[in-house]
């Protein structure tokens, strides 16, 4: 008989370094398995939380982006500016 079939995903795994992203994924399932737990219930729902704000943050940033923009096009097309 050959090597074991996994030989192969294993020394690629070695390799790319897949190790560190196996090991993200454990802390995720502990966390996920202690979510039976208040503190594990407590810091998932804090993760949520940060995620929903860094998306609420990054719309809010585009919306400002949008309106500098227009306001700038409007002043732009004033002829006070163009006299400048």
Do not use: V
């Not at 039976?36 to 719309?59: N, S, Y």
């Amino acid at each position: 008989m050959g090597p074991p079939f996994n030989f192969s995903g294993r020394w690629a795994r070695k390799l790319s370094g897949i190790g560190e992203l196996r090991r993200q994924r454990q802390e995720t399932e502990k966390i996920w398995r202690d979510r039976k737990t208040r503190e594990g219930k407590a810091f998932l729902a804090g993760l949520w939380q940060m995620r929903e704000m860094k998306i609420r943050a990054g719309l809010l940033f585009a919306q400002q982006l949008r309106e500098i923009f227009l306001n700038f096009r409007r002043i732009s097309q004033t002829s006070e500016w163009r006299r400048m």
